[in-house]
């Protein structure tokens, strides 16, 4: 795999005050009046416990990360659930998030418990995990059993097999995944839904992690084999070219090619280093995983469907239309590049894994 550097925190740093990551950029200026949300906060913290990884960039992401887990813990309700939107002004605008929200909030809790720095931390993402836990068979939606299935994947080697309430609910996801794909899938769609929409790999990696983190073989080889699909539909002479949210790929139907978000490019990075560690566990070469995840960073770098770098100081362009570019910077497409690039940073290749 190529030697990449270790990215700047600098815009990052720009869109985060003392109460968490502003939602929304005017090109690379935070736009206040768009408030905060728990969704983008808990990638915020993620990021920001990779970051903290590397001897530069320590101090000011465990600061940040510091900042995001007070925001997450504020937002918690006292079912377990959470708030999703604040306004700049600091209160909630929202009775309760949405399933989205309470998935990712679920899954940097988790992620959180395995990898933050500080004992404290990690007690504090495990108590708030467990409150959540009851809520994960109501969230009801794909994307969102997905987030909470990895944040229980990360929890349930943070704390061993032996907490059984983190385990059934990974078996109940699995099951659910299963389920989905039997419903809808057939000889030339080996998908989980009719049609493909947002953070699609995703879906391939919960069964992956959770899999993995059970041992349960069907769930990976399902991750497995339908990430191959996926990828079948994905690149195209070497370059990766996400299904665009103008239309996205029913069935049968035309796949959209616009608008392209940064999110998809990150979540086939994740999956496919996840991937390589399988492969290199069961000593099966995982080069090809390591080689398709190189080319899906690349598409942040100009290697795209119109050879323009989405990437500024550390701040990532919203998205690529057909049009022409999205020049605002905001946070989900900021962080999905920034995990990206801290995931493939040039580092020793035990510490990349590990953090895998």
């Not at 969230?139 to 059993?145: C, S």
């Not at 239309?247 to 959209?256: D, E, I």
Request: hydrophobic share 40%; with cysteine; glycine share 10%.
């Amino acid at each position: 795999m190529l030697k990449r550097p270790v990215p700047t925190l600098d815009h990052l740093v720009t869109m985060t005050d003392d109460v968490g990551m502003v939602q929304h950029a005017a090109r690379d200026v935070p736009n206040r009046s768009t408030g905060y949300c728990t969704d983008d906060i808990a990638r915020a913290f993620m990021v920001a416990l990779r970051a903290s990884e590397f001897e530069r960039d320590r101090e000011r992401a465990q600061r940040l990360a510091e900042v995001y887990l007070s925001f997450l813990h504020d937002a918690q309700l006292p079912d377990g659930t959470f708030h999703n939107f604040m306004g700049y002004d600091r209160h909630w605008l929202d009775d309760v998030g949405t399933p989205d929200s309470i998935g990712r909030a679920i899954w940097g809790l988790g992620f959180g418990m395995r990898y933050a720095p500080r004992e404290s931390w990690r007690r504090l993402c495990g108590e708030m995990l467990d409150r959540a836990l009851p809520n994960v068979p109501d969230l009801g939606h794909a994307r969102a059993f997905a987030y909470a299935g990895l944040g229980l994947s990360h929890a349930c080697i943070a704390r061993g097999s032996t907490d059984r309430g983190i385990a059934r609910a990974l078996e109940g996801l699995i099951e659910e995944f299963k389920a989905r794909h039997r419903e809808h899938s057939d000889p030339q769609w080996d998908w989980f839904e009719p049609v493909m929409t947002y953070d699609n790999a995703r879906l391939c990696e919960v069964l992956l992690r959770a899999g993995s983190a059970l041992g349960d073989d069907a769930a990976v080889n399902l991750g497995m084999r339908t990430l191959r699909f996926y990828e079948s539909i994905v690149f195209e002479h070497g370059m990766f070219v996400p299904i665009g949210n103008a239309g996205w790929y029913p069935r049968g139907g035309q796949r959209a090619r616009y608008g392209q978000q940064p999110l998809e490019a990150a979540s086939l990075v994740d999956v496919e280093l996840f991937a390589e560690t399988l492969d290199d566990a069961l000593k099966l070469p995982g080069v090809r995983h390591a080689h398709l995840a190189e080319v899906a960073l690349d598409w942040f770098s100009g290697r795209n469907t119109r050879n323009v770098d989405m990437v500024i100081g550390g701040g990532c362009r919203d998205g690529l239309e057909e049009l022409g570019l999205n020049v605002n910077m905001g946070a989900e497409s900021t962080l999905a590049y920034l995990s990206s690039a801290f995931a493939l940073a040039e580092r020793p290749r035990a510490l990349r894994l590990s953090s895998a």
